[in-house]
């Protein structure tokens, strides 16, 4: 499977953006969907996991209640809603697939990164 993350961009502080990561291939439904992020300087980290039907999602401790990951199997996309949103955010966001959903870096499939920058 491919993916295509987009939906980056420059917000500022307590504002909301919506990432989008679209699959190519077969069986999207099949794969559970992850949410990564990279500030320059650190290593890549877990944002959000959300499994192959949507009925089991998983959130990092940062981002809970801010983020809302989802997707719509018929479309072959997934998504990342970030709401009130923090200069701490400001990463590049990766979608990642594999067939089990985990926090851990281990994920099968990456799509390219979308860089989020918020300002303070």
């Known amino acids: 499977v491919q993916l295509q993350a987009s939906g980056g961009g420059l917000v500022q502080a307590g504002d909301s953006l919506k990432l989008s990561c679209v699959a190519s291939?077969?069986?999207?439904?099949?794969?559970?969907i992850g949410w990564f992020r990279q500030a320059p300087g650190t290593e890549r980290e877990f944002v959000a996991t959300?499994?192959?039907?949507?009925?089991?999602?998983y959130y990092a401790d940062s981002v809970k209640g801010r983020f809302t990951i989802s997707r719509d199997n018929a479309k072959n996309t997934a998504y990342l809603q970030m709401n009130s949103m923090k200069p701490e955010d400001t990463a590049v966001y990766y979608c990642?697939?594999?067939?089990?959903?985990?926090?851990?870096?281990?994920?099968?499939?990456w799509g390219q990164g979308t860089q989020v920058t918020v300002s303070s």
């Open positions: 990642a697939a594999t067939f089990v959903s985990t926090s851990e870096d281990k994920y099968d499939y």
């Open positions: 291939g077969r069986a999207f439904s099949r794969y559970a």
């Open positions: 959300i499994s192959g039907s949507g009925g089991s999602k």
